[in-house]
């Protein structure tokens, strides 16, 4: 039979791993709070319903792709939510990123309703979703984990069980304190290499195969240096969120992440000129007015 799968969430990420799923063979209704960006999937064969609840009947597995831990908690056990459709024993697996604390406290919630709760957020973005070829890191009891597995299969091309619920959610963190660091040092690189007179363009082809190439600098830093609009892949708000997650998650720990303070500084700094609902692209905004006699091509 084919698997039904309840997905809430089809927003650009939401919608990338959709469609992955109709590739692949299962059967997907799904739900998003501003059903107009919904509508083009029903063309590729989602039904698509009004509300969480509506999505989630019938479902053998939920699956969850939303901004924040507020977002998740309320569509599934809101007034309105899934929880007051999905049956006993059915499978959410969360793709949201909310952090160590919220995935323990919703895994013990729904198991408390017999459903099973895997926080498996994901890296690679929508080219990789749509390729199939994520990097999922979950967290959760191994018996949900191998329930999961076809959807994991196609969509990831490798999908670890990093351990027990929230254990996904901490990989996930430590993935973002990577990505980033990495996204502020690519943002500079080519403000720095503006500012001396080369193009930046050639950044990316000229770095691939070194120690400075990654899959950021490939894929944004070809964006950082066009003018052209392009379709957004996600919002420096988001990434604002993750890095204040992953700060307030160390604050307990006897560590000092100082280039996660860095990183925070920065990003607040984007949201607060008004940046917040652009792409990640708009970086090297932030060091576009830097040191003058670096500019002019002084030595200091």
Not at 13 to 32: D, H, K, P, S, Y
Not at 172 to 185: T, Y
Request: overall charge neutral; proline content about 3%.
């Amino acid at each position: 039979m084919t698997q039904r799968i309840g997905f809430l969430g089809l927003g650009v990420m939401g919608t990338a791993i959709t469609e992955r799923l109709i590739e692949a063979g299962f059967a997907v209704q799904g739900w998003n709070r501003t059903a107009e960006r919904a509508r083009a999937l029903e063309a590729r064969g989602v039904s698509v319903f009004g509300s969480a609840r509506e999505a989630a009947a019938g479902a053998e597995v939920c699956c969850l792709c939303l901004t924040d831990a507020s977002a998740v908690r309320d569509v599934l056990l809101g007034p309105d939510g899934a929880r007051q459709t999905l049956k006993h024993g059915a499978l959410v697996i969360d793709f949201s990123t909310i952090g160590v604390a919220a995935a323990q406290s919703l895994a013990r919630d729904l198991a408390r309703e017999g459903i099973d709760y895997i926080d498996a957020p994901v890296s690679g973005g929508p080219g990789a979703a749509r390729a199939g070829e994520l990097a999922i890191m979950w967290g959760g009891e191994s018996t949900g984990g191998v329930r999961a597995q076809p959807v994991f299969a196609a969509l990831a091309r490798r999908a670890t069980h990093i351990g027990a619920s929230g254990a996904g959610q901490a990989a996930k963190l430590c993935n973002q304190l990577i990505v980033s660091s990495n996204l502020i040092a690519i943002s500079e690189a080519i403000s720095f290499a503006r500012a001396l007179g080369i193009d930046a363009k050639v950044l990316p082809a000229a770095l691939a195969g070194g120690y400075a190439d990654s899959l950021p600098l490939q894929i944004y830093g070809s964006r950082m240096t066009e003018t052209m609009n392009q379709q957004r892949l996600s919002r420096t708000a988001t990434m604002l969120k993750d890095v204040r997650e992953i700060m307030n998650t160390a604050s307990g720990l006897p560590i000092n992440l100082r280039l996660a303070k860095m990183a925070l500084t920065l990003y607040q700094e984007a949201a607060d000129s008004g940046w917040g609902e652009d792409d990640l692209d708009v970086l090297p905004r932030l060091s576009a007015h830097g040191d003058q006699s670096v500019t002019k091509g002084q030595n200091t």
